[in-house]
């Protein structure tokens, strides 16, 4: 009876080894860099605590890619949680096991599975999901459940619903919150990338002198699609009609900008 006992003991102790073994196994990963300042969030959303900024040069184990827009990664202090996949913040400097999902696991019902979250491919299919409502009539308020009307941000949310699967915040500037939320922002338009989303504060005439020279703090009222080319997708009244496509430069969209950038994280 002893000698029974005291090999179950021992095949008990083993069984732990092993998998305490697996366990650490799981966790060797390929390290990375960050490249630009990104939130530390604790779980993988953008609603989640943060334990603040990871800066430019600090490195991270990357553990696991959770889905196409979230690393689970170690800093340097021991803690684990999320940044972006997005490669404008991180840059994997190994091969490692960082994924375990394959091919990833899609973000809010998207289809694609994109290398990240801020892909050409995933880009592509937000505009052209854009485009698919050329000369949709304006609405202001227009009613999020249908796509028979669209104002601004209602037009955006979805685009990006259909194109990436992100459903965005119902208004224009809950969605320039939530862009700001994720890092990289500009406020030189032509410093932003095609599908990235462009803020404006109201409109105050065609000269550049109507418009104050520091935009920070004013209150955002229009959003739309940057295109690439000084373009932008959108819609804005009734008697433009509808969603359409504009110019930037020398325009009243440049003198209004406020800042940019991507949703894609």
């Not at 249908?146 to 699967?165: I, L, M, P, Y």
């Not at 959003?223 to 804005?236: E, N, P, Q, R």
Request: aromatic share 10%.
């Amino acid at each position: 009876m002893k000698k029974q006992l005291t090999a179950l003991l021992l095949a008990t102790t083993v069984t732990f080894s092993v998998g305490a073994l697996t366990a650490e196994q799981a966790l060797a990963a390929s390290d990375a860099t960050i490249v630009s300042g990104v939130n530390f969030r604790k779980a993988p959303n953008t609603g989640s605590a943060t334990y603040g900024l990871l800066k430019t040069g600090e490195k991270v184990d990357i553990l696991d890619k959770v889905n196409n827009y979230w690393y689970k990664v170690r800093d340097d202090q021991g803690r684990v949680g999320y940044i972006s996949t997005s490669s404008k913040y991180v840059r994997t400097d190994g091969s490692g096991g960082s994924s375990s999902n394959g091919g990833g696991t899609s973000n809010g019902g998207s289809t694609s599975t994109p290398s990240t979250g801020n892909s050409s491919e995933l880009v592509n299919k937000v505009i052209a999901a854009g485009k698919k409502y050329m000369g949709t009539p304006y609405e202001f308020g227009s009613n999020r459940s249908n796509t028979s009307t669209f104002d601004c941000s209602d037009f955006t949310r979805q685009a990006f619903k259909e194109g990436a699967g992100i459903t965005l915040p119902s208004d224009s500037r809950g969605q320039a919150a939530y862009v700001k939320s994720l890092g990289g922002t500009t406020t030189n338009w032509r410093n932003l990338k095609p599908g990235d989303l462009m803020f404006f504060m109201s409109y105050k005439g065609t000269k550049a002198s109507a418009y104050p020279s520091d935009k920070s703090n004013q209150r955002i009222t229009h959003v739309g699609i940057y295109l690439g080319d000084g373009k932008i997708l959108h819609t804005f009244s009734k008697a433009s009609g509808g969603v359409r496509i504009d110019s930037i430069a020398g325009k009243h969209w440049e003198h209004r900008f406020v800042f940019g950038g991507s949703a894609l994280k």
